[in-house]
């Protein structure tokens, strides 16, 4: 982190300094007490379950050069012989105004990406193409709410040439004050699902929620939207900057021709505003193909060529739990997609699992997919259907794995061939003699259910 004064700190925040040494140097920014360095400024988060002002205490000791505080939580300083502390409104909406000021001192262009399903996958594809040509910083893991955005804009130095950052929510408004903080030059949306519907309400509030990625964009930058999506489609007239939309259906660049090559390689071939251009990926699946696309425009939008283009896709390496292929310790593949899940990513899961082994025995295991308020059962029922089309064994896990049974038996499955359980725990014990017989075997629920206990058990971790 390029060094701050806490007069730039209250300049940023409108705070309020309690001490004297004005120039004194912030080298670090953080929320967490027990990470704290010497000359870090702490920042406490008031969360559902905790008050980060109750360890202002622990961050001085560990060496604190100043700390934040709501002016309403004064009380929580009692005691403290420390001056080195700037009131301020409210600590989380400080952190965002400190790090949009940050973000200003560099020069860089950003692509900032948001979507239902796909966001943390395309921001891959998209950092590694800008990395053939570019220093990137990039987010960390799952950095991408209104607390780990500005903690990666706080990562940037002197040696960054450009960033790449995804964007998520749960509610109206986060995303455009997070978009704010970035001022990205391209603006990325991968598809518009029902992901937060429970917060949200309707598909149509989600979108409007993603589309807020747009708002600082200026007419010379640029939103590179999914086509086939309806929501992004319709709103098209009514988009200020430059637009490219990409889809399989619609769109300035088509995508066609894809082809799985095996567990860990497609192929897919590009048309339309670039030409016509064939692509490797080292994943597999269609919508990994679709995400792609979106990354590939980005890299044609920013003047890369197609030799660097395909030498960055070449390179990725997304992280644990997303379409990760392990081997079981009797023999069987697992797709172990146990990161996060919805309705859209379920089934191109299931889809994934059926292109790869068409004439192969086949296991799904499935949990609960949380967030999707009363469209929950609905949804649950749906892939179950789905499940059935693509799976010999079924093993549903969860408060909706009776909705998932239902559905599979409503598509004929053979109810003998479908596992309940209520939660993971009990699910361990018998998890390995249901599906060990199968060849290639499917993990996948939201992140929530800690899927994870599941693959361990089968590569022999536990």
């Not at 899940?341 to 699992?353: F, G, R, W």
Request: hydrophobic share 40%.
């Amino acid at each position: 982190m390029k060094p701050l004064m806490i007069k730039e700190i209250v300049h940023a925040t409108g705070g309020e300094y309690t001490g004297k040494n004005h120039e004194k140097q912030i080298k670090e920014v953080s929320t967490d007490s027990r990470t704290i360095i010497a000359e870090s400024l702490f920042v406490p988060i008031i969360g559902p379950n905790f008050d980060g002002h109750d360890f202002i205490g622990n961050a001085i000791k560990k060496g604190a050069a100043a700390a934040l505080c709501n002016k309403s939580k004064k009380e929580k300083l009692e005691g403290l012989l420390f001056d080195d502390i700037i009131f301020v409104e409210n600590t989380s909406t400080a952190l965002l105004e400190l790090a949009s000021y940050y973000r200003g001192l560099f020069c860089i262009p950003f692509v900032a990406v948001t979507g239902s399903v796909g966001k943390t996958t395309t921001k891959e594809m998209i950092a590694e193409i800008l990395m053939t040509r570019y220093n990137v910083l990039k987010s960390r893991g799952n950095f991408n709410n209104e607390i780990g955005l500005p903690l990666t804009i706080f990562c940037l130095e002197q040696k960054h040439e450009a960033g790449v950052v995804e964007l998520g929510m749960s509610a109206l408004g986060e995303i455009s004050r997070m978009a704010n903080v970035v001022k990205p030059h391209i603006a990325v949306i991968t598809n518009i699902g029902v992901t937060h519907i429970e917060h949200l309400g309707s598909k149509e509030n989600i979108a409007r929620a993603k589309l807020e990625i747009l708002e600082p964009l200026k007419k010379d930058d640029i939103a590179i939207l999914n086509g086939d999506c309806a929501e992004l489609w319709n709103a098209r007239k009514n988009i200020v900057p430059k637009t490219v939309f990409f889809g399989e259906k619609r769109g300035d660049v088509l995508i066609d021709e894809i082809k799985n090559l095996g567990p860990n390689e497609l192929e897919f071939t590009i048309s339309g505003k670039y030409g016509e251009a064939k692509f490797k990926l080292p994943l597999s699946g269609k919508h990994n193909a679709i995400n792609a696309v979106a990354a590939v425009a980005v890299g044609f939008e920013m003047g890369f060529t197609k030799e660097e283009i395909q030498q960055g896709l070449s390179n990725l390496k997304l992280p644990g739990m997303r379409q990760e292929f392990k081997k079981s310790k009797f023999g069987s593949d697992i797709i172990d997609d146990a990161y996060n899940a919805n309705p859209d990513s379920m089934k191109a899961a299931l889809d994934l699992i059926k292109e790869l082994a068409p004439y192969k025995m086949k296991a799904v295991i499935l949990g609960d997919m949380l967030e999707l308020g009363p469209l929950a059962k609905k949804a649950h029922f749906e892939v179950g259907t789905y499940a059935a089309l693509c799976s010999d064994i079924c093993v549903f896990i969860g408060s909706y794995a009776d909705a998932l049974k239902e559905g599979a038996i409503a598509s004929g499955f053979n109810p003998a061939r479908i596992y309940t359980f209520p939660t993971v725990q009990e699910s361990v014990q018998e998890i390995e003699k249901l599906v060990k017989d199968c060849d290639i075997i499917l993990v996948k629920a939201s992140r929530g259910m800690k899927f994870e206990q599941i693959t361990q058990k089968l590569v022999g971790g536990l």
